[in-house]
């Protein structure tokens, strides 16, 4: 099965910039998205392809893919942006095309 | 306003049977496919089911094919889950995620519901 890697866990400071990495085989021209979740609520897209943001997310939230690794960049980075955050794909290869990845929980120092 | 509201979460046994609804409203339900993601607790997130805008095309995850089946009805701006055979690793909060018009990302979800299997 097809598996997006992160770490498991980034801390930053606050003001800082966070970088959290998203891994994985033959990205080509698929396109990866982002979600920040805080506990006990659904998830929130702040990135969709690669590095577009939809209306109301700040633009301290960045997308970028180089070869087969996405990041999303968090710049500023305040007290509120304490989350888990995942990466996702489609890939229409796949039996199911939907494919998270692991996760990412950002501290905020 | 768009919302997407999930319902019929609930406590069942290995083996039972439960379906979820997902009732949705401020947008063009019969325009946009959807999804039905999980997350067992502590977990990361799942896609488990996928319907195209007409129900024409469906999709289901490894884990769960053979056993949930996931419907729309475009009349009533609904979508649903119906999910037989149940098993302890079933456990998860169940989210409806619109899919985006232009892109293939979720972006609106419900709140969830709670399905636990458990004896």
């Known amino acids: 099965s097809y598996v997006l890697s992160q770490p498991p866990s980034v801390s930053v400071a606050p003001g800082k910039t966070a970088r959290i990495t998203c891994g994985g085989n033959?990205?080509?021209?698929?396109?990866i998205h982002w979600y920040q979740q805080k506990p006990g609520l659904a998830p929130l897209l702040v990135v969709y392809e690669d590095s577009d943001r939809p209306s109301g997310i700040p633009k301290r939230f960045s997308g970028s893919k180089s070869g087969n690794t996405a990041t999303l960049t968090i710049s500023r980075v305040e007290a509120g942006d304490e989350a888990d955050y995942f990466c996702q794909l489609w890939d229409s290869t796949l039996d199911h095309p939907y494919v998270f990845g692991t996760g990412t929980k950002v501290t905020v120092l | 306003e768009v919302q997407l509201v999930e319902s019929g979460g609930g406590l069942v046994q290995p083996g039972g049977s439960l379906r979820l609804s997902c009732t949705t409203s401020?947008?063009?339900?019969?325009?946009?496919?959807m999804n039905w993601v999980r997350q067992a607790p502590g977990k990361g997130l799942e896609s488990v089911a996928y319907?195209?805008?007409?129900?024409?095309?469906?999709y289901y995850a490894d884990s769960v094919r053979g056993r949930f089946t996931i419907s729309r009805d475009n009349a009533k701006n609904s979508l649903s889950l119906q999910m037989n055979r149940l098993r302890v690793e079933d456990t998860a909060v169940y989210y409806c995620?619109?899919?985006?018009?232009?892109?293939?990302?979720?972006?609106?979800w419900g709140q969830g519901t709670l399905v636990t299997v458990s004896s």
């Open positions: 319907i195209s805008n007409s129900g024409s095309a469906i």
């Open positions: 401020g947008f063009t339900f019969s325009t946009y496919e």
């Open positions: 995620a619109r899919e985006g018009f232009l892109f293939d990302a979720f972006d609106m």
């Open positions: 033959n990205f080509g021209s698929k396109s």
